[in-house]
């Protein structure tokens, strides 16, 4: 299967984003996913991440309270809503799928990614 992000872009500080990832695999409900993120010069890091069903989600403290993870499993996406971004939020966002996810939201926990969409926020 591929998976495959998209919604990167540049905006102010303050702004929005939504970031969809779609994936061309039959069983996209039975995996968790995950969104992390990579800053230059900096290790990949789980921002939130979300349970087969979607009744279970986990946000970083960073992200707490502006971004908000959600699924479709009807339409095999995922989604990423950052609002309030901040200039600390710049990164390439990946997301990835698992099948053994737990508490927290671990890029090593992760087996299939996608490339990557650059978000870029200014001050």
């Known amino acids: 299967g591929q998976v495959v992000e998209s919604g990167g872009g540049s905006v102010q500080a303050g702004g929005s984003r939504r970031l969809p990832c779609t994936a061309s695999v039959s069983t996209f409900s039975e995996y968790s996913w995950g969104w992390f993120r990579q800053a230059p010069g900096k290790g990949r890091e789980g921002a939130s991440c979300?349970?087969?069903?979607?009744?279970?989600?986990y946000y970083d403290d960073s992200v707490k309270g502006r971004f908000t993870i959600s699924r479709d499993n009807a339409k095999n996406t995922l989604y990423l809503q950052m609002d309030s971004l901040k200039p600390e939020d710049t990164a390439m966002y990946y997301c990835?799928?698992?099948?053994?996810?737990?508490?927290?939201?671990?890029?090593?926990?992760?087996?299939?990614w996608g490339q990557g969409t650059q978000v870029t926020v200014s001050s």
């Open positions: 979300i349970s087969r069903s979607g009744a279970i989600t």
């Open positions: 990835a799928a698992t099948t053994a996810w737990g508490f927290p939201c671990r890029a090593v926990q992760f087996k299939y």
